[in-house]
T-cell receptor
């Protein structure tokens, strides 16, 4: 079974708007990561947040982590067409990264 | 861009055939993992190699096998291909439970 689950499954926004997606996971974690995937290509690491952190920023990305609720959110501010992609959260489950099914974000010009 | 490269990028095989996919890992990373990603799904863990030994395996049959070489590059072999093996195969290298660096993937189509 998958460790992480993203919500929503798909998101369509206008360029310049913000995009928020959520992730829930099942077991205790050391860290949680977000990845981006463009058009069925490889995954690109976006950001890693440790279990003792509540919020982290990287450029236009803001990630929050609530370990009491076993959930995380990824906010992309001022979206651009190039942000059109699938976004996955992932957690380490012993020796493997476990992914959810992802959120597909479409940014309309 | 990561330092992980996969070859080939695309491959078409016939049911029953065998296939070998290759991956070179990020410099300094001694752990390589392979994932299978079906269309519209998240990546599913196949197995991991650490210092040339299989370190863990997901829910995949034995016809999925692998190798890691002394330079930490890796191969994924799939025997007796089935139509359901059609997927994007991703290789990732990492150091411990930190960031993983993924290759661009190999798109395998089984006909």
């Amino acid at each position: 079974s998958q460790q992480g689950e993203e919500d929503p499954q798909a998101l369509s926004i206008q360029e310049g708007e913000n995009a928020t997606m959520n992730c829930s996971y099942k077991t205790s974690i050391n860290n949680l990561q977000w990845y981006r995937q463009n058009s069925g290509r490889g995954l690109v690491h976006l950001i890693l947040i440790r279990s003792n952190e509540r919020e982290k920023h990287s450029g236009r990305l803001r990630v929050t982590l609530d370990t009491s609720k076993k959930s995380s959110s990824l906010l992309i501010t001022a979206s651009r067409a190039a942000d059109t992609a699938s976004y996955f959260c992932a957690t380490w489950d012993d020796y493997k990264l476990s992914f959810g099914a992802g959120t597909t974000v479409t940014v309309r010009a | 861009e990561t330092g992980v490269t996969q070859s080939p990028t695309h491959l078409i095989k016939t049911r029953g055939q065998q296939v070998t996919l290759r991956c070179s890992s990020q410099s300094g990373h001694n752990t390589v993992s392979w994932y299978q990603q079906a269309l519209g799904q998240g990546p599913q863990f196949i197995f991991q190699y650490y210092r040339e030994e299989e370190n863990g395996r997901g829910n995949f049959p034995p016809r999925f096998s692998g190798l890691q070489f002394p330079n930490y590059s890796s191969e994924l072999n799939v025997n007796a291909l089935e139509l359901d093996d059609s997927a994007l195969y991703l290789c990732a290298s990492s150091l411990g439970q930190g960031m993983a660096f993924f290759g661009q993937g190999t798109r395998l189509t089984v006909v």
